[in-house]
């Protein structure tokens, strides 16, 4: 099963209440909560927020508007990571004496240019996405988009104590665009044939197969019945894992072909 052997999915509307909720909870919050730290390396509440004020206007200017001055050519992986972590930082630094309530008001702003451009948007085009290959459809472009998004907001909600409902009711989406970084990434040897089931907490499950000499593994629905192995992990431990976050060891469970099965621990969902 390929990318683009699925119906689109259309997650513009679960975008739209996604930035709601991020508005409101910032709103909320006090000067110091603004400056609590984060699980995000060393960047606090305010710098999660920038960097995300950051994502959407490099959107616009990019992609809506065709101005790809701000763009970072590099083609090896390592140096494009360190080039953007640096392109990042410049500009938190930049925007730092900036207010609360400005950056506030411009996320409204920024969101609601958003929304207009996502609706122009063909699902079926084509799209791209460093972590789940080369091209990918426009939807799960999209998709992704709402995956860092709602990462970078469980990181704030986490740093104040006010999580609430949020993580639960957006985490299968985001663990649904998430495993797609496994046929893209996977690159363990085994025999053609080989299957791993992958469970990530949900109420349905996935496995892997490798389908060529070559290495390449292919995501396929539901779990098989005799697989060389199994990667069980509960959903809160999972979307961590995934992005490169502390997690619970314990809350993984590998059977079978361990060796096998434990190179799913590198998987990531993000650049990092």
């Given amino acids: 099963m390929q990318l683009r052997d699925l119906e689109p999915r259309d997650v513009r509307p679960q975008l739209t209440q996604e930035r709601r909720e991020l508005l409101e909870l910032l709103s909320e919050l006090t000067a110091d909560e603004w400056l609590l730290p984060t699980a995000a390396a060393e960047w606090n509440v305010k710098a999660v927020v920038l960097h ?5 206007l490099g959107w616009l200017s990019r992609l809506r508007d065709g101005d790809t001055s701000g763009q970072l050519e590099v083609e090896e992986y390592r140096t494009f990571v360190d080039a953007l972590d640096a392109k990042n930082q410049r500009w938190i630094s930049g925007a730092w004496g900036l207010s609360p309530r400005v950056i506030i ?3 409204k702003f920024s969101g609601e240019e958003m929304d207009r451009w996502w609706a122009t948007l063909d699902l079926t085009a084509e799209g791209g996405v460093i972590w789940a290959g080369d091209s990918v459809p426009e939807w799960f ?8 998004r709602w990462v970078h907001q469980m990181q704030i909600r986490e740093a104040v104590g006010k999580v609430g ?11 649904e665009t998430f495993v797609w970084a496994l046929p893209h990434q ?6 053609v044939g080989s299957r791993i089931n992958v469970d990530l907490g949900l109420v349905h499950s996935w496995h892997l197969e490798r389908v060529h000499e ?3 593994w292919e995501l396929n629905a539901g779990p098989v019945v005799e697989p ?6 509960a959903s809160d431990t999972a979307w961590r894992l995934l992005t490169g976050a502390k997690y619970d060891d314990g809350a993984v469970t590998i059977s079978g072909d361990t060796r ?8 990531r969902g993000i650049i990092v």
Avoid at 141 to 148: F, G
Avoid at 186 to 191: D, G, I, S, V
Avoid at 260 to 267: K, P, V
């Fill in 105 to 107: 008001d411009l996320l």
């Fill in 228 to 233: 060389a192995a199994s990667f069980a992990v």
């Fill in 186 to 191: 996977f690159r363990r040897p085994a025999p």
């Fill in 214 to 216: 070559s290495g390449r």
């Fill in 260 to 267: 096998l099965a434990a190179g799913l621990l590198g998987m």
């Fill in 165 to 175: 409902d949020y993580a639960e009711r957006y985490l299968p989406l985001v663990l």
């Fill in 141 to 148: 472009d999209i998709a992704q988009d709402l995956t860092e």
């Fill in 52 to 56: 995300l004020l950051d994502d959407d």
